[in-house]
């Protein structure tokens, strides 16, 4: 089993920045792969950014790349979420999620790839 609590979200204006944290615990073989995914209203939730955390290997949405980093603290056990240059758009709950190491093989995971998530965090951008 896998549990993962999301900190960090908040209400920021256009061009700002916040910083995302999850902490994670349980198997280490279920966790991977860890991702950021994000739901706005009345829309489908989406991958944002995800990391193998064994090989530390990145992939991001095309929406997001060159403003958003996804990384990781192993003596933590926590992956993180830093965002700069936020926009209106990028308003939504985050979620971080977690899966086995297939979930990180190609690009950002699907949500049936994802065996646990977190309870969101929300950020808003004004």
């Known amino acids: 089993h896998v549990q993962l609590v999301e900190s960090g979200g908040g209400s920021v204006q256009a061009g700002g920045s916040l910083r995302l944290s999850c902490a994670a615990s349980?198997?280490?073989?279920?966790?991977?792969?860890m991702a950021w995914f994000r739901q706005a209203p009345g829309k489908e939730r989406e991958g944002v950014a995800r990391?193998?955390?064994?090989?530390?290997?990145?992939y991001y949405a095309d929406s997001v790349k060159g403003r958003f980093t996804i990384s990781q603290d192993n003596a933590k056990n926590t992956v993180y979420l830093q965002m700069n240059s936020l926009k209106p758009e990028d308003t939504a709950m985050y979620y971080c999620?977690?899966?086995?190491?297939?979930?990180?093989?190609?690009?950002?995971?699907?949500?049936?790839?994802?065996?646990?998530w977190g309870q969101g965090t929300q950020v808003t951008v004004s």
């Open positions: 990391i193998a955390t064994g090989s530390g290997n990145t």
């Open positions: 999620a977690a899966g086995s190491s297939t979930a990180c093989s190609r690009g950002l995971p699907g949500r049936a790839q994802i065996g646990y």
């Open positions: 349980g198997y280490t073989y279920n966790r991977n792969c």
